[in-house]
């Protein structure tokens, strides 16, 4: 991978992300990060550490969350940084609880594409219940 990215580049890592996000995949989301990558998801919260904490934190993902729908708003790059505002859609399995949740991430990566460091800012609201839950949470699609 070059050296200095392309918005096109950036735009694909994003999809990438979405598809791995939505399918509740942790293993397409794993292929994304680099060995001893760190992924911080909140900016007050300690860093997780290399990729088998990264993809503990994937897996609880998957395990508790149905519907997702990500997209990517903007994307920037900058030489091996890729940035991006987005917004996602998501029940939350145990409690039936529609989110919606906005952020901003920076994403470094090294020479083959791969994450290095990923930051997100994430802000969260519930909206609702997801109708498609029988009565009482837990009873959707995911489970």
Same mark, same amino acid.
């Given at each position: ?37 760190e ?24 395990? /508790? ?12 790059? /900058? ?25 901003? /991430? ?7 594409g791969?994450?290095?460091?990923m ?7 519930v ?17």
């Open positions: 991978m070059p050296t200095t990215l392309t918005p096109g580049d950036g735009q694909d890592l994003f999809a990438r992300f979405k598809r791995a996000w939505e399918a509740r995949d942790p293993d397409a989301m794993l292929e994304l990060f680099a060995d001893g990558a992924l911080r998801t909140d900016p007050f919260a300690p860093p997780l550490e290399g990729l088998n904490a990264i993809r503990e934190h994937w897996n609880a993902i998957a395990a /508790s969350q149905d519907h997702v729908e990500f997209d990517a708003e903007r994307v920037w790059v /900058s030489g091996i940084t890729v940035l991006g505002s987005w917004h996602v859609a998501l029940t939350r399995q145990a409690t039936a609880e529609r989110v919606r949740m906005r952020g901003f /991430s920076t994403l470094e990566l090294d020479d083959e791969r994450i290095t460091r930051r997100e800012w994430p802000l969260e609201q909206v609702g219940i997801d109708s498609s839950y029988a009565q009482g949470a837990g009873q959707g699609e995911g489970e």
